[in-house]
């Protein structure tokens, strides 16, 4: 039986979060930054999680229906922010237009804390759902003994 | 004195005898049985039997826990030990029976 | 002979092993993906298939005609497939996703142990059986 399919699972869901944090990370130091190489304020980041079968080839998807339910999960895109950025009046500012104003990223401080924390939490209960399958290996090494 | 208890009186009642009167006819019965317990080979049939049924209540304990339904570890556990010393000391008494009758068979007549 | 000397408390054992693994594999893909929107928590069953096995893999009388029947006889065991779908008793949230974490971790811990209990239960009878076979010749 396959141990590694659970490994490669929660491995998948580990790097997904990692780079889940990476946005988040950019995102929080970002949030005051006025100019970026695309022009204007920096635009706020964000992952996109999708769910992918799980097969290392195609023998794998002969395999019984049980095995082939399993996904994993990758981040397929890194979406841009489209919306809106903040404007403030700063007319001293050496980004300020025409009008005074100068264009911030529209990122929530809060709300950024608020991803961390959910992206630390999964990354963690990923960890211990492959310590379990760790676990599991190493005591069947056990059997007859 | 004799108390009256339930199981005394039902036993009354049918019979028409007194207390004492079916308490001697206990003790004649009881008698034969022990004189049947001291049979040895009655011994050794009841000790295997009830290795036996430790075993099967054991086994059954186990499927249950291999199916989910029962998820007492402990009681689990403490079944399989039990099925598991019962077993190791019936094969040390066979191992002595044995070697008894080997020292017997050795004996000069 | 081998099939009366390792009875079928040992097979279903062992079957449960292998579910019990299957399912840890299931629980990793919902944990793993317990933020990809729309993804369904799966679930895997395999308890009632395996105790009917076990219940009536010591009756040979009954025959079945069509592979999908209840697996029946002597080998009944080996032969009980687990069902995987997406679990239908669950609360969604808003953008699709439906694992519950904290439930999701609770079977994982729960699973780790019965499966090695069942491990553990495996090794006791092998030693018995080992013992016997190896003291009985004294």
């Known amino acids: ?145 | 004195m004799d108390g009256l208890t339930i199981s005394n009186s039902q036993r009354l009642l049918e019979s028409g005898q007194t207390t004492s009167q079916i308490r001697s006819e206990q003790m004649k019965a009881d008698g034969n049985d022990s004189k049947d317990q001291l049979n040895f080979a009655d011994t050794l049939k009841q000790a295997i039997q009830e290795v036996n049924d430790l075993q099967k209540v054991a086994d059954i304990k186990m499927q249950q826990l291999a199916t989910g339904e029962n998820k007492n570890i402990p009681d689990v556990m403490i079944s399989a030990e039990k099925a598991d010393i019962a077993l190791k000391l019936m094969v040390q008494v066979r191992n002595k029976i044995i070697e008894a009758y080997q020292e017997i068979m050795k004996m000069q007549v | 002979m081998s099939s009366k000397m390792f009875d079928k408390t040992v097979d279903a054992l062992g079957s449960s092993i292998d579910f019990r693994l299957l399912r840890n594999n299931v629980i990793s893909g919902n944990v793993a993906n317990a933020e990809t929107p729309g993804y369904k928590a799966k679930k895997i069953d395999f308890e009632e298939a395996l105790s009917r096995a076990i219940d009536i893999s010591g009756l040979n009388r009954l025959s079945t005609d069509h592979g999908d029947h209840f697996p029946v006889g002597p080998g009944a065991i080996s032969r009980v497939r687990a069902d995987v779908y997406d679990n239908p008793d669950v609360n969604v949230s808003n953008d699709g996703n439906t694992v519950d974490l904290e439930r999701e971790m609770a079977n994982l811990a729960e699973n780790t142990i019965l499966y090695k209990a069942a491990i553990q239960l495996i090794n006791k009878k092998m030693a018995a059986l080992k013992y016997v076979a190896a003291e009985g010749g004294r």
């Not at chain 1, 006025?34 to 022009?39: I, K, L, V, W």
């Not at chain 1, 809106?84 to 401080?109: M, Q, R």
């Open chain 1, 1 to 145: 039986m396959d141990f590694s399919k659970a490994m490669r699972v929660s491995s998948s869901g580990l790097a997904a979060q990692r780079m889940r944090m990476n946005s988040i990370s950019s995102n929080i130091a970002n949030i005051n930054t006025t100019r970026s190489p695309e022009g204007g304020p920096y635009r706020r980041k964000d992952v996109v999680f999708e769910a992918i079968p799980d097969s290392k080839n195609f023998g794998d998807v002969l395999t019984t229906v049980p095995d082939q339910s399993i996904q994993r999960v990758q981040v397929t895109d890194v979406e841009v922010d489209r919306g809106a950025p903040l404007l403030k009046y700063e007319p001293d500012h050496p980004d300020a237009n025409a009008d005074g104003y100068v264009a911030y990223p529209n990122i929530n401080l809060m709300e950024e804390m608020a991803n961390m924390i959910q992206a630390t939490r999964a990354y963690e209960a990923n960890i211990s759902s492959m310590q379990a399958t760790k676990d599991m290996a190493l005591s069947a090494l056990e059997l007859g003994q």
